[in-house]
């Protein structure tokens, strides 16, 4: 059959294919995109971002008449395409382990439509040796593949700025596929890293990780400090200002999101549970909520109150809840409080409510999440509570 697209991804219309492809649509490759979430493919097609993505919207309408990406469910674009992307989701089950069969049931899913000769690169964050795994499933079915594992590092909202700007990791099962993808990337990013699969594997979860241990001891000094009734915003200061040793030092916060809790419990399982830095990030970073409600209760009583939560998404200025630790809080508070509101700039739900007529009907104030356009309400004298330090503290 015809080759008629360069790239084709599986799961296309995520918050990592869907700017994936553009990227790649942008440097003149004709790219499919292949997903199953029909409401996102209609709302691509009519030049729409299924999401908040900086530069996406303008960036589809000038690709879109050029007729250079087609966003469909319709998996035969698959045996009409010489790469297959795949990037679908890599989630945990309710004990916090990894779905090992998350992609390899994907992978089953579209065995039809792959074919001998193909570059695929596998760029959904995996467990370690998954990608060995579904090297040999390939050879097991008698297809000669290239498998290549290319691991996504971008930071979600900003997707095409870091594309061009990260290095990319590239490891492969054959120095043809290594080759290939290498090409591929080359005309979307400046810089190159090659490694073992397995390698590129733990870069990724081992990156995760870091960050998510790296905001737990932020939080953990914050609770800490908190706890002795001092202002962790003056130690931030004074910890950080001129202080060279302290780059970097993260500012407290609710740590949540798709991906960072999930790639350290798929370490901790890797490690057989003896990831325990991981382990102890997870309960640092999970009780923020708990931390904070009993902060709310020691200074005010909840019960006959009606309580406002700004900010529902897992990070400022994103309008995705995954994750979010914003859901824990409004759960916790809801045993506490009368009553709860929530609100949310970027993310609408029939429940919510406008920020302004929250701050109209509520007691108590609570920022979720502090999108920049909390920075400048009214509050009109009532209580405000928050985790976040803002930047203007360091
Ligand atoms: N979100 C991020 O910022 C980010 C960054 C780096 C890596 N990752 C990793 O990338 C992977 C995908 O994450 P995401 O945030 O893009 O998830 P997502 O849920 O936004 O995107 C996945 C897409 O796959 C589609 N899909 C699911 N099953 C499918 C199927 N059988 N066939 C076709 N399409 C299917 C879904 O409809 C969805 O559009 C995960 O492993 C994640 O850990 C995510």
Same mark, same amino acid.
């Given at each position: 059959?015809?080759? &008629? %697209? ?82 679908? =989701? ?33 760029? @959904? *964050? ?18 000669? #593949? ?12 900003? /997707? ?25 990337? @080359? ?7 090659? &490694? ?9 979860? %081992? ?10 001891? $932020?939080?953990? %000094?914050?609770?800490? +400090? ?6 962790? =915003?003056?130690?931030?200061? +004074? ?29 901790? @399982?890797?490690?057989?549970?003896? %990831?325990?830095?991981?382990? /102890? ?11 904070? #409600?009993?902060? &709310?209760?020691? !200074? ?23 994750? $979010?630790? $914003? ?15 929530? @609100?949310?700039?970027? &993310? ?13 009907? $509520? ?9 920049? /356009?909390?920075? *400048?309400?009214?509050? !009109? ?14």
């Amino acid at each position: 059959m015809q080759d &008629m %697209f360069d790239i084709s991804i599986i799961g296309g219309c995520g918050h990592v294919g869907f700017p994936l492809g553009l990227s790649f649509a942008k440097a003149g490759f004709s790219v499919g995109l292949l997903d199953v979430n029909q409401k996102a493919i209609d709302q691509i097609n009519q030049g729409q971002v299924p999401f908040k993505e900086e530069g996406a919207e303008a960036l589809l309408k000038e690709i879109l008449p050029k007729k250079k990406l087609t966003c469909t469910n319709d998996p035969k674009i698959l045996l009409k395409s010489k790469c297959v992307i795949l990037v679908t =989701g890599t989630p945990l089950d309710e004990y916090l382990n990894p779905k090992l069969n998350a992609i390899t049931k994907v992978i089953e899913e579209y065995l039809p439509y792959f074919k001998d000769g193909q570059l695929i690169i596998l760029r @959904s *964050t995996i467990y370690p040796k998954t990608s060995q795994k579904i090297d040999q499933y390939f050879k097991s079915k008698n297809l000669n #593949v290239h498998l290549t594992f290319c691991p996504e590092r971008v930071t979600e909202g900003y /997707a095409l700025s870091e594309i061009k700007n990260i290095p990319q990791i590239v490891s492969g099962f054959s120095p043809e596929g290594i080759e290939r993808a290498s090409a591929l990337f @080359s005309k979307i990013t400046k810089k190159i890293i090659h &490694m073992q699969p397995l390698e590129a594997e733990l870069v990724k979860l %081992f990156s995760n990780a870091y960050r998510y241990i790296h905001f737990g001891i $932020s939080n953990q %000094f914050y609770m800490l +400090a908190e706890e002795h009734g001092v202002d962790f =915003g003056n130690i931030y200061h +004074a910890m950080t200002d001129e202080y060279p040793r302290m780059k970097g030092f993260p500012r407290p916060g609710f740590t949540a999101g798709p991906c960072l809790l999930k790639d350290t419990m798929q370490l901790c @399982s890797f490690s057989q549970d003896h %990831f325990h830095l991981g382990h /102890a990030a997870r309960l640092v970073n999970e009780h923020m909520p708990i931390h904070l #409600v009993n902060q &709310m209760k020691s !200074k005010i009583s909840l019960e006959d109150k009606t309580v406002g939560i700004l900010g529902m998404t897992f990070k400022p200025e994103s309008d995705d809840p995954r994750e $979010s630790l $914003s859901y824990k809080l409004k759960h916790l508070l809801e045993m506490e409080a009368k009553h709860v509101l929530c @609100s949310d700039e970027y &993310m609408k739900h029939e429940n919510f409510c406008s920020k302004e007529n929250l701050i109209e009907s $509520s007691d108590v104030i609570v920022i979720g999440t502090p999108h920049e /356009a909390y920075q *400048t309400l009214d509050f !009109k004298n009532l209580p405000v509570f928050s985790v976040w330090l803002q930047p203007s503290c360091s």
